[in-house]
């Protein structure tokens, strides 16, 4: 570490050490390629400062800081870089799989002679249970107790295991069940904005930033802290204290200017930025907001834009800490004297925005007038096809006859005719049939302006005696316990309960796809009239077959507009101009006169929120209620793996590991396991929701004699790779072009031509030895940041996967577990090759031979024994990640180091 550039900094009677980033700008005075921090981007300068205190020579060298020192428009995207994050955010979805993983690696490394316990987080980490509760009971006071009683008895072992490895690992807290969504929590409670190192010499200070194992953790971006995404396997390398290599990016910045006009939410705005920016292709940048409309823009709104990165497509969506930055802080109960360390610092290191500052250089800018977006959702089936409000009736009515290739549902005309004397308020359903409306999601439940005006709409509702459809299945998950407090002190909580908005948990719900089951009554009708029925929801997810397997059309919108449209009932209406019902007098109501103006919004949110609701969640966040004070585990620091159990297995990945390589490379004779089109996301391949009776994996857990009334979800089986494995490429919504039709996890077997399940299908390959591909349209591993669409991969036999282009998160993850991915060269797809996906492919190129992006040839050969070649790239974009193919992946190559040590 070179401590030349390391300053004290003094606050009253307190002094820190940090590593100063002027002092590169200083020592490069006079030189020709001088560096000038007002031109770095705000984010590049939290990268800068993490290389040059990390700089050890080794992981993290010289060549990163002066990378990083001199980015430019020009030199982004050129060369890769080392970092180190400062912390680990884990929810229990993706952190089971990665405390198996862990523990695994003990297990491993003590059978090949070494000390177990090198295998320990380096960096804190804090795993946040809340993707566990689903959505059982709704519409009722006893609603939450019920349904987190549940969520205990489906999930007690995997509870267990849990408990163990926070005993079992330094530097890992918990979360426990019923306190927030992660990123809820991130944002009040965890984050910090500077960080703190207590060394044998000093404390050292250096800024917050962080990796997640969710792909919504750029939710804290908008508190000024570097962050985002990873996968499991991904996050478990940088717990054992290893960087994240990355090629440096480039940074859009996005100017904000003017405010919202009357009547438009946070949550409109959010949806118009997601459709500006996937149309100007952000994915793998990081983007960056300045402007007068983010000087004037609260911090909940900021993190709303933030949470979304994802959507839009970029590593980051990142709002530099300032005034605002610091408010918050203190609304939220942060230590005053932390908060003046935090402003000191992050002004001496020019990290601290203020719209006087020099704009820096970005790699290109765009602007966005907020004065012009309009109320709107999204979808029926992506986030980013975002739809103005007073087009959403035509918008929907259009898309039941437009083809599925064209983001439709492909009916024809007669089927998709809505007879007009439907009767609602009886429950009579046609499609448009609003099923679920649900107030739920990170995105959403954590900006209180948006659920205040739901509350105020509630209401006006209310007081007009208006009620929700019969069929429609409401709920409200905050996504944190300070929502309830400050719902109750505005008295809207009670008319949220009396519409059926009643609090059903605290966590991620219908937005992961744990909304529960529907009504058996609306259910049956649902499908014994094949409907295309829509879920509204505040989410920030709406991909096929998430939401629920019974309905097609999911649109996002803002929580006012949730409860407004489960009193219209239909979203093939339209809801500026069709009444939401008849009050006591039996007037009609309208839109219009239940919507809250800005001014009661912004009045009522003053009055309620305070500082002591803040304080009084951080005093029971870790504490837990009495069923997780109840569970009793073991101290070892090696897990005893259960063999009958189906919650927690030990994995596969280092069955005989030793210090030898594990290439894939090269692949001979591979047969393609699946050819499937554009925007194919980790949903697709590893679904997390409901696990059908007559599906594989079904059909695997009762055979070890569980009942399907406790087959739990595909999110909570994450712990085992045998349901995982059966399970991936599972979605019923899954269209492989090889499968004649038919949707869902099946595939054709060649040369037998012979249709069966993907899991039987490699199985059946498995036993001949033969190596596996899938090919791949444009897009392809969009969505959560799914360890597990990775490794179910891997472990179906898959060795190469090309597409036309891929989702960052996921190209990171296949490249983990040893699998390659290749990109089609631009213009070029499976069906511009003529690809069927009966052929068998060679890929002769080494390890030795491949480098970061190298042209790889393909020769495949078709069924009448043609044979052609094409090139196509890999997306294997640094030296550390062919290091990890060579290695069969990255935990792999953790473990061969550990044990060299």
Same mark, same amino acid.
């Given at each position: 570490?070179?401590?030349?550039?390391?300053?004290?900094?003094?606050?009253?009677?307190?002094?820190?050490?940090?590593?100063?980033?002027?002092?590169?700008?200083?020592?490069?005075? =006079?030189?020709?390629?001088?560096?000038?921090?007002?031109?770095?981007?705000?984010?590049?300068?939290?990268?800068?400062?993490?290389?040059?205190?990390?700089?050890?020579?080794?992981?993290?060298?010289?060549?990163?800081?002066?990378?990083?020192?001199?980015?430019?428009?020009?030199?982004?995207?050129?060369?890769?870089?080392?970092?180190?994050?400062?912390?680990?955010?884990?929810?229990?979805?993706?952190?089971?799989?990665?405390?198996?993983?862990?523990?695994?690696?003990?297990?491993?490394?003590?059978?090949?002679?070494?000390?177990?316990?090198?295998?320990?987080?380096?960096?804190?980490?804090?795993?946040?249970?809340?993707?566990?509760?689903?959505?059982?009971?709704?519409?009722? +006071?006893?609603?939450?107790?019920?349904?987190?009683?549940?969520?205990?008895?489906?999930?007690?072992?995997?509870?267990?295991?849990?408990?163990?490895?926070?005993?079992?690992?330094?530097?890992?807290?918990?979360?426990?069940?019923?306190?927030?969504?992660?990123?809820?929590?991130?944002?009040?409670?965890?984050?910090?904005?500077?960080?703190?190192?207590?060394?044998?010499?000093?404390?050292?200070?250096?800024?917050?930033?962080?990796?997640?194992?969710?792909?919504?953790?750029?939710?804290?971006?908008?508190?000024?802290?570097?962050?985002?995404?990873?996968?499991?396997?991904?996050?478990?390398?940088?717990?054992?204290?290893?960087?994240?290599?990355?090629?440096?990016?480039?940074?859009?910045?996005?100017?904000?200017?003017?405010?919202? !006009?009357?009547?438009?939410?946070?949550?409109?705005?959010?949806?118009?930025?997601?459709?500006?920016?996937?149309?100007?292709?952000?994915?793998?940048?990081?983007?960056?907001?300045?402007?007068?409309?983010?000087?004037?823009?609260?911090?909940?709104?900021?993190?709303?834009?933030?949470?979304?990165?994802?959507?839009?497509?970029?590593?980051?969506?990142?709002?530099?800490?300032?005034?605002?930055?610091?408010?918050?802080?203190?609304?939220?109960?942060?230590?005053?004297?932390?908060?003046?360390?935090?402003?000191?610092?992050?002004?001496?290191?020019?990290?601290?925005?203020?719209?006087?500052?020099?704009?820096?250089?970005?790699?290109?800018?765009?602007?966005?007038?907020?004065?012009?977006?309009?109320?709107?959702?999204?979808?029926?089936?992506?986030?980013?096809?975002?739809?103005?409000?007073?087009?959403?009736?035509?918008?929907?009515?259009?898309?039941? +006859?437009?083809?599925?290739?064209?983001?439709?549902?492909?009916?024809?005309?007669?089927?998709?005719?809505?007879?007009?004397?439907?009767?609602?308020?009886?429950?009579?359903?046609?499609?448009?049939?609003?099923?679920?409306?649900?107030?739920?999601?990170?995105?959403?439940?954590?900006?209180?302006?948006?659920?205040?005006?739901? =509350?105020?709409?509630?209401?006006?509702?209310?007081?007009?005696?208006?009620?929700?459809?019969?069929?429609?299945?409401?709920?409200?998950?905050?996504?944190?316990?300070?929502?309830?407090?400050?719902?109750?002190?505005?008295?809207?909580?009670?008319?949220?309960?009396?519409?059926?908005?009643?609090?059903?948990?605290?966590?991620?719900?219908?937005?992961?796809?744990?909304?529960?089951?529907?009504?058996?009554?609306?259910?049956?009708?649902?499908?014994?009239?094949?409907?295309?029925?829509?879920?509204?929801?505040?989410?920030?997810?709406?991909?096929?077959?998430?939401?629920?397997?019974?309905?097609?059309?999911?649109?996002?919108?803002?929580?006012?507009?949730?409860?407004?449209?489960?009193?219209?009932?239909?979203?093939?209406?339209?809801?500026?101009?069709?009444?939401?019902?008849?009050?006591?007098?039996?007037?009609?109501?309208?839109?219009?006169?239940?919507?809250?103006?800005?001014?009661?919004?912004?009045?009522?949110?003053?009055?309620?929120?305070?500082?002591?609701?803040?304080?009084?969640?951080?005093?029971?966040?870790?504490?837990?209620?009495?069923?997780?004070?109840?569970?009793?585990?073991?101290?070892?620091?090696?897990?005893?793996?259960?063999?009958?159990?189906?919650?927690?297995?030990?994995?596969?990945?280092?069955?005989?590991?030793?210090?030898?390589?594990?290439?894939?490379?090269?692949?001979?004779?591979?047969?393609?396991?699946?050819?499937?089109?554009?925007?194919?996301?980790?949903?697709?391949?590893?679904?997390?929701?409901?696990?059908?009776?007559?599906?594989?994996?079904?059909?695997?857990?009762?055979?070890?004699?569980?009942?399907? !009334?406790?087959?739990?979800?595909?999110?909570?089986?994450?712990?085992?790779?045998?349901?995982?494995?059966?399970?991936?490429?599972?979605?019923?919504?899954?269209?492989?072009?090889?499968?004649?039709?038919?949707?869902?996890?099946?595939?054709?077997?060649?040369?037998?031509?012979?249709?069966?399940?993907?899991?039987?299908?490699?199985?059946?390959?498995?036993?001949?030895?033969?190596?596996?591909?899938?090919?791949?349209?444009?897009?392809?591993?969009?969505?959560?940041?799914?360890?597990?669409?990775?490794?179910?991969?891997?472990?179906?036999?898959?060795?190469?996967?090309?597409?036309?282009?891929?989702?960052?998160?996921?190209?990171?993850?296949?490249?983990?577990?040893?699998?390659?991915?290749?990109?089609?060269?631009?213009?070029?797809?499976?069906?511009?090759?003529?690809?069927?996906?009966?052929?068998?492919?060679?890929?002769?190129?080494?390890?030795?031979?491949?480098?970061?992006?190298?042209?790889?040839?393909?020769?495949?050969?078709?069924?009448?024994?043609?044979?052609?070649?094409?090139?196509?790239?890999?997306?294997?974009?640094?030296?550390?990640?062919?290091?990890?193919?060579?290695?069969?992946?990255?935990?792999?190559?953790?473990?061969?180091?550990?044990?060299?040590?």
């Amino acid at each position: 570490m070179n401590t030349s550039k390391k300053k004290k900094l003094k606050i009253g009677s307190s002094e820190w050490s940090y590593f100063d980033l002027k002092a590169v700008e200083e020592e490069s005075s =006079g030189k020709e390629n001088k560096v000038s921090l007002e031109n770095i981007p705000y984010s590049i300068r939290v990268l800068l400062e993490s290389a040059l205190r990390n700089n050890d020579g080794f992981q993290v060298t010289d060549k990163d800081v002066d990378a990083l020192a001199h980015w430019s428009p020009e030199t982004a995207g050129q060369t890769e870089i080392a970092f180190k994050p400062g912390r680990v955010v884990l929810q229990d979805f993706t952190g089971v799989p990665c405390l198996v993983d862990l523990a695994a690696m003990r297990s491993a490394l003590k059978r090949m002679g070494g000390d177990s316990k090198k295998i320990n987080p380096q960096v804190a980490c804090d795993l946040v249970i809340d993707h566990s509760v689903q959505v059982d009971h709704f519409g009722d +006071e006893n609603s939450l107790k019920k349904n987190m009683d549940i969520e205990f008895q489906r999930n007690q072992e995997r509870y267990d295991f849990l408990k163990w490895g926070q005993n079992a690992f330094d530097h890992f807290r918990i979360v426990p069940p019923g306190r927030g969504i992660v990123h809820q929590v991130n944002l009040e409670c965890l984050a910090e904005s500077v960080l703190k190192k207590i060394t044998p010499e000093d404390t050292l200070i250096f800024p917050d930033s962080v990796v997640g194992t969710d792909s919504h953790t750029t939710m804290i971006n908008g508190l000024g802290v570097v962050g985002w995404g990873v996968g499991g396997i991904e996050a478990e390398s940088v717990m054992l204290g290893e960087p994240i290599y990355m090629v440096m990016p480039e940074v859009i910045g996005v100017e904000l200017k003017g405010s919202l !006009k009357e009547g438009v939410t946070s949550t409109d705005l959010v949806l118009t930025i997601t459709e500006m920016l996937r149309k100007r292709n952000v994915v793998g940048k990081f983007v960056e907001f300045y402007g007068q409309g983010v000087a004037d823009m609260s911090l909940a709104n900021r993190a709303t834009i933030a949470n979304m990165a994802p959507e839009y497509g970029a590593t980051m969506g990142f709002f530099p800490t300032d005034e605002e930055t610091l408010k918050y802080l203190k609304v939220t109960g942060r230590d005053e004297n932390h908060i003046e360390m935090v402003r000191a610092y992050m002004k001496s290191q020019g990290l601290f925005y203020e719209k006087s500052l020099p704009i820096p250089t970005y790699s290109d800018n765009l602007c966005l007038d907020v004065s012009t977006v309009n109320p709107s959702l999204a979808g029926p089936k992506r986030p980013h096809d975002r739809v103005e409000l007073s087009s959403m009736s035509n918008a929907f009515l259009k898309s039941l +006859e437009a083809s599925v290739a064209k983001g439709g549902f492909g009916l024809s005309k007669e089927k998709a005719q809505i007879p007009k004397s439907l009767d609602a308020e009886k429950g009579e359903m046609s499609h448009g049939s609003v099923a679920i409306a649900a107030i739920t999601s990170c995105t959403n439940t954590s900006n209180p302006s948006v659920l205040i005006a739901a =509350g105020l709409v509630a209401q006006k509702a209310v007081e007009r005696g208006l009620k929700v459809k019969p069929f429609v299945k409401t709920s409200l998950a905050p996504g944190s316990t300070v929502v309830t407090s400050y719902l109750e002190k505005a008295k809207l909580l009670a008319p949220l309960q009396e519409l059926g908005f009643n609090i059903v948990g605290y966590g991620c719900t219908t937005c992961i796809g744990n909304s529960g089951p529907l009504s058996e009554e609306f259910a049956k009708v649902i499908r014994d009239k094949d409907l295309v029925v829509a879920s509204v929801l505040s989410g920030n997810r709406n991909f096929e077959g998430r939401i629920s397997p019974l309905v097609k059309a999911n649109y996002l919108a803002s929580p006012p507009l949730v409860v407004a449209y489960s009193l219209l009932g239909s979203v093939a209406k339209d809801i500026y101009t069709e009444s939401l019902g008849k009050d006591s007098e039996g007037q009609d109501v309208y839109l219009k006169d239940i919507w809250p103006t800005q001014g009661e919004i912004e009045k009522m949110v003053s009055k309620v929120i305070t500082v002591e609701q803040f304080v009084s969640m951080k005093e029971k966040l870790f504490v837990g209620d009495k069923q997780w004070q109840d569970i009793e585990t073991s101290d070892a620091s090696l897990y005893t793996w259960k063999e009958d159990s189906s919650y927690i297995k030990e994995p596969p990945f280092f069955e005989g590991q030793d210090d030898e390589s594990r290439d894939i490379l090269p692949v001979k004779k591979a047969r393609v396991l699946l050819k499937l089109g554009d925007s194919v996301t980790t949903d697709h391949i590893s679904p997390a929701g409901a696990i059908k009776e007559d599906s594989p994996a079904g059909a695997f857990l009762k055979s070890m004699g569980v009942s399907s !009334k406790d087959f739990n979800s595909y999110g909570s089986r994450r712990g085992n790779d045998s349901v995982m494995t059966r399970g991936t490429f599972a979605n019923i919504r899954l269209r492989n072009h090889l499968a004649d039709g038919r949707e869902g996890g099946w595939t054709k077997y060649f040369p037998d031509n012979e249709l069966m399940t993907v899991y039987d299908a490699s199985l059946k390959y498995r036993s001949t030895q033969t190596p596996l591909i899938v090919l791949a349209g444009k897009d392809y591993g969009t969505g959560s940041s799914r360890d597990w669409a990775a490794k179910g991969t891997s472990l179906l036999g898959v060795k190469v996967v090309i597409a036309e282009s891929f989702e960052r998160i996921h190209r990171s993850n296949l490249v983990g577990m040893g699998v390659l991915p290749l990109q089609f060269m631009e213009g070029e797809s499976s069906e511009s090759l003529g690809l069927e996906g009966d052929e068998i492919f060679d890929f002769s190129i080494s390890s030795e031979e491949l480098k970061p992006k190298a042209t790889v040839s393909v020769l495949a050969q078709n069924n009448t024994g043609e044979v052609f070649t094409f090139n196509a790239k890999a997306r294997v974009d640094t030296p550390v990640e062919v290091d990890y193919l060579h290695n069969g992946g990255i935990l792999q190559t953790v473990l061969k180091k550990l044990m060299n040590k």
